[in-house]
C-alpha cells in the first residue's frame, strides 16, 4: 500500500453511499454491522450489488464469531474488521475465522462464483483487521501485532477514550489519547501491518495520516450527506443573499 488510503463508512441498507464514495476517489468503504443499522445478511445483499463497484469493501463485526464472519466473505466482502479485540488470542480467532482447516475452522461455502472455488485462494484474498479500542486491547498491543495472519490493526478512539477514562471530545487531543494513538500506530507498522484508524473527519484523518497511520475512516455517508446538503444549502442562501437588485 502505497500513500495514505481514504474510505468511507456505510451504516445503512443502500449501495448509493458506497457508489459515491468510489466516485468520490476513496479507497475502501467499512460496512458496519457492528453499530450500523445491518446485520450479516444485508451486508450479504450489499456487497453483492457492489460487485462492479471500483471500491474495497470491509465488514465490520462484532466478535469473533466464524458464523458471521464467514458469510460475509462468501457474499465477497474483501476483508473483515473485527471490533472489540483484547488479547492476541482473540487476535488469532479472527485469522481462524477466514481460513479453512486445517490453518483455521472457516466452513467452505463461497455464495458467488466469480470468487472461485480454491480454498487457499479464498482464504488469501480475506484481509483481517483487528480494532484496538480498550485498554486490554492496548496493554496487548505487541503481542496481539505478533500474530500470523492479520493484515493490520484499526484503532477506533471513541472507545479506546472511554476506556482509559477521557471522553468523546478528547479522543484526538488528549495528550495522553495521542500518545496511546501514536504507540498503537507505530507498533503495527513495526510489525509490518497496516495502522488503521477511524478518523472521522477531514482534519482528523490529514492529522493522523501525518502521524504515520496509513488506512483512514473519515466519514459515514449519513455524515457525508448532511455536511454536502448543508454545503449546498449554504451555496444556494449565499446566492440569493449577495444577488444585486433589479
Known amino acids: 500500500m ?4 481514504w474510505g468511507g463508512w456505510i451504516t445503512g441498507p443502500t449501495a448509493l453511499g458506497p457508489e459515491q464514495f468510489a466516485a468520490a ?3 475502501y468503504v467499512g460496512i458496519d454491522i457492528q453499530h450500523g443499522y445491518l446485520d450479516d445478511a444485508d451486508a450479504a445483499v450489499l456487497l453483492r450489488r457492489l460487485t462492479h ?3 474495497r469493501a470491509l465488514v465490520r463485526v ?4 466464524p458464523a458471521p464472519i464467514g458469510r460475509v466473505l462468501d457474499a465477497g466482502a474483501d476483508g473483515i474488521i473485527v471490533a472489540m479485540v483484547d488479547s492476541p488470542d482473540q487476535a488469532a480467532a479472527a485469522v481462524a475465522a477466514t481460513r479453512y482447516p486445517p490453518h483455521g475452522y472457516r466452513s467452505f461455502g463461497p455464495l458467488r462464483p466469480d470468487l472461485g472455488s480454491d480454498p487457499a485462494a479464498l482464504a488469501a484474498r480475506a484481509a483481517v483487521f483487528v480494532m484496538i479500542e480498550t485498554a486490554a486491547g492496548l496493554a496487548a498491543v505487541e503481542q496481539i501485532c505478533a500474530v500470523d495472519g492479520l493484515t493490520g490493526i484499526y484503532t477506533g478512539p471513541a472507545d479506546l477514550a472511554l476506556s482509559l477514562g477521557f471522553g468523546i471530545p478528547d479522543a484526538l ?3 495522553e489519547m495521542l500518545d496511546a494513538i501514536d504507540h498503537i500506530g507505530a507498533t503495527a507498522t513495526a510489525a509490518g501491518l497496516v495502522a488503521g484508524i477511524h478518523a472521522g473527519t477531514g482534519p482528523a484523518g490529514r492529522a493522523l495520516a501525518a502521524r504515520g ?3 483512514l475512516t473519515l466519514a459515514a455517508e449519513s455524515q457525508a450527506l448532511r455536511h454536502g446538503a448543508a454545503d449546498i ?6 446566492t440569493i443573499e449577495t444577488k444585486e437588485p433589479q
Open 2 to 5: 502505497t500513500g495514505p488510503q
Open 25 to 27: 476517489g476513496y479507497d
Open 53 to 55: 463497484v471500483p471500491i
Open 62 to 65: 462484532p466478535s469473533v464469531d
Open 173 to 175: 487531543r488528549a495528550p
Open 213 to 215: 497511520y496509513t488506512m
Open 233 to 238: 444549502l449554504a451555496q444556494a442562501r449565499t
